[in-house]
């Protein structure tokens, strides 16, 4: 990997530990800056769509999930996953159709037990714990 892309990846790097240690919680903008990281290194060629895309989704996803984290930053990170969903759909439709319906499962419990969460002030727990 040469120094440009190395700086690229760290910049991403950076900008993830923000999202999910909530750095800067009244910021959501800093979330759309990640999204944008991630698609710069891949159109250079620095990793691959699939891994960057699931990468992204991640680590939104277990922010969204973090109940010591603030809620509307929680919020926040759930409709940033939109983007590297959609995007991992198309690039998985043909090879793994099943893992684009975990994808869309997974997100659709998050939103809903995120959704309680806000109507009670308080947090839910996932289906799997019930």
């Known amino acids: 990997m040469d120094r440009r892309h190395e700086e690229l990846r760290e ?8 999202i999910r240690c909530a750095y800067n919680p009244w910021l959501p903008p800093v979330i759309l800056l990640y999204l944008q ?7 250079a060629g620095a990793m691959d769509d699939v891994a960057v895309q699931r990468r992204m989704l991640s680590l939104l996803m277990r922010t969204a999930d973090d109940k010591a984290l603030p809620l509307p930053w929680r919020m926040a990170c759930l409709d940033c996953t939109a983007r590297p969903r959609a995007r991992l ?18 997100a659709e ?3 809903e037990r995120l959704e309680a969460a806000l109507a009670t002030g308080g947090y839910v727990s996932s289906r799997s714990a019930e």
Not at 11 to 18: S, T
Not at 37 to 43: D, E, Q
Not at 89 to 106: M, Q
């Open 11 to 18: 910049r991403w790097d950076r900008l993830g530990i923000g």
């Open 37 to 43: 990281a991630g698609r710069r290194l891949v159109s």
């Open 89 to 106: 759909g198309r690039l998985l439709a043909g090879s793994d159709p099943g893992a684009v319906a975990r994808l869309s499962r997974d």
């Open 109 to 111: 419990d998050l939103a």
